[in-house]
């Protein structure tokens, strides 16, 4: 493959600063019928919800029009593609692409999860550590007492409001 369909391969891979990516260049790379392939994804009952007809001045270079899918799309339709519609000369790239692709996504995935677990611990870690120093302060301890006092009286309120509201029902009871 030359230099350019790397450089595109580069720019493609679902992680690419647009949300949209362009298919004709891929067409043109691996010798796919792009029309047939435009005319089949607008009429596939989940992937035409994922076109787009937009210019990519990033990629192209100028303002034109072009037919692109969402990242989600594109992973789905290239995935999906049939091999067998790739020349043999080339076909082992376009396996290797697809390979790529999927590589790139269940990597970011399995990584994205590593780093949420990672900051989980950590934070547990520092909520432990500012408890820790925070029971071993004395304005923290005087400042639980007085939360808790401001706590019991707010229920105190409530009780003597239930008893008054209670009392009320009593009474507007014996009127009748």
């Not at 376009?94 to 990584?111: H, K, R, V």
Request: glycine share 4%; hydrophobic share 35%; aromatic share 10%.
């Amino acid at each position: 493959m030359n230099t350019e369909i790397i450089e595109y391969f580069d720019e493609t891979k679902v992680d690419n600063q647009s949300e949209l990516i362009p298919i004709e260049p891929l067409c043109q790379a691996f010798k796919i019928h792009f029309k047939h392939q435009v005319e089949a994804l607008n009429v596939h009952p989940s992937l035409k919800n994922e076109v787009r007809i937009v210019a990519n001045k990033n990629i192209f270079g100028d303002d034109r029009k072009r037919f692109h899918l969402s990242k989600k799309g594109f992973t789905i339709w290239l995935l999906g593609m049939d091999y067998k519609i790739i020349d043999n000369s080339i076909r082992a790239d376009f396996l290797n692409y697809q390979y790529g692709i999927l590589d790139y996504l269940y990597e970011s995935t399995e990584q994205r999860e590593q780093i949420l677990k990672k900051k989980a611990e950590l934070k547990t870690q520092a909520d432990a550590l500012t408890t820790k120093l925070l029971e071993g302060n004395e304005d923290f301890r005087e400042w639980r007492r007085l939360t808790a006092a401001i706590a019991r009286t707010g229920n105190d309120i409530n009780r003597i409001d239930g008893k008054y509201y209670n009392k009320q029902l009593v009474l507007f009871a014996n009127q009748d």
